[in-house]
């Protein structure tokens, strides 16, 4: 059988208080499911007013009675814009390589992360960092080939050599 929360005058008085500050903006839903589940609404009732599933209400409910206003003002993402760099702090980084490039050697990827790593002080954990900066940056990656594409097999020149015509007497 499901637990049954309750939820107090006072605590629908607390969560209400909290509705009202504009820091709180971006949960004001989850406080407003709680809320109305506190003010005697069923899950069913407060999931059509929140537009969320009733048993994210639940869910919301739960949360609430077990770690207070702070479960639900916390939602535990550590954030999504991880980068090391600003837009301009990569273009003054890349500009390191400029000359070598335009000179037409080879720069290869990993040159490029270790001065990367010094630069940020952090060991990346794989390449796609490195891949990443140089697409925002539109730097295309080129490689020389080790040989011509439609080059003939060795036997094929060989063959070719003893078939040339010798126009001597």
């Known amino acids: 059988m499901p637990k049954t929360y309750k939820i107090t005058?006072?605590?629908?008085?607390?969560i209400r208080e909290a509705m009202k500050g504009r820091e709180n903006g971006k949960y004001y839903r989850k406080l407003l499911a709680v809320a109305l589940r506190g003010e005697g609404k069923d899950n069913e009732e407060s999931a059509e007013i929140t537009k969320y599933h009733p048993k994210r209400v639940s869910q919301l409910v739960s949360l609430y009675c077990n770690g207070g206003?702070?479960?639900?003002?916390?939602?535990g993402r550590a954030g999504g814009n991880n980068r090391?760099?600003?837009?301009?702090?990569?273009?003054e980084f890349l500009n390191q390589f400029d000359d070598k490039a335009q000179r037409g050697q080879i720069i290869t990827?990993?040159?490029?992360?270790?001065?990367y790593d010094k630069t940020t002080g952090k060991v990346r954990k794989?390449?796609?960092t490195v891949y990443y900066l140089l697409h925002s940056q539109n730097w295309r990656m080129?490689?020389?080939r080790g040989q011509h594409p439609k080059k003939?097999?060795?036997?094929?020149?060989?063959?070719?050599?003893?078939?040339?015509?010798?126009t001597g007497n």
């Open 84 to 91: 090391n760099m600003s837009k301009e702090g990569i273009g």
């Open 9 to 14: 005058v006072e605590n629908v008085r607390e």
């Open 69 to 75: 206003l702070q479960a639900l003002l916390h939602d």
């Open 142 to 144: 080129v490689m020389p």
């Open 152 to 166: 003939a097999s060795d036997e094929d020149i060989e063959a070719s050599k003893k078939l040339t015509i010798s």
């Open 109 to 115: 990827v990993e040159e490029i992360a270790q001065a």
């Open 126 to 128: 794989s390449r796609s």
